[in-house]
């Protein structure tokens, strides 16, 4: 199994787009890349901890690859606005990938710009090593999944 975090704005949406991948095993939503140990929902909606919401992703990759889950990851967001996604506003709803091996850096870079194609204004993605990734409280995890909704959009 391996592991790729991604932040695309409200973990929710993201969430469930992942989960619907094949080969995807299972996926936990959470906060990664701030400053303050064990953050809480509320400390996070601040914009005060510099987290972004973010869903880790464990796969297998013998049945998917991680250049796929790159693919889903700019398709299900706008990677052109800073620290926004739809209605949701704020540093953690930024779009960012945390990579967790130097291979996929150099995936997530390479395909940060092949993306750029399919966009008219810059991607602001940003593309950072993981650090701590800290598990959203149990309420989040697989949060449309379990109201019977597949998506957030609107």
Request: proline content about 0%; aromatic content about 12%; charged content about 5%.
């Given at each position: 199994m391996a592991t790729a975090t991604?932040?695309?704005g409200c973990f929710w949406g993201v969430e469930a787009a992942f989960r619907q991948i094949q080969g995807v095993t299972?996926?936990?939503v959470g906060y990664i890349g701030g400053t303050t140990d064990q953050p809480a929902y509320e400390d996070v909606c601040t914009g005060k901890t510099g987290h972004a919401?973010?869903?880790q992703v464990e796969f297998d990759p013998d049945m998917?690859?991680?250049q796929q889950l790159l693919e889903v990851f700019w398709q299900n967001h706008d990677p052109?606005?800073?620290n926004r996604q739809g209605p949701d506003r704020g540093t953690q709803y930024r779009s960012a990938v945390f990579f967790h091996t130097p291979e996929q850096e150099q995936a997530a870079r390479a395909s940060k710009e092949n993306?750029?194609?399919h966009f008219s204004r810059p991607i602001v993605t940003e593309i950072a090593p993981e650090t701590t990734f800290w598990r959203a409280e149990e309420y989040h995890q697989q949060y449309l999944e379990k109201r019977g909704q597949s998506s957030c959009h609107l």
């Open positions: 991604f932040a695309a299972s996926t936990a919401e973010a869903v998917v690859t991680y052109t606005t800073l993306a750029q194609a």
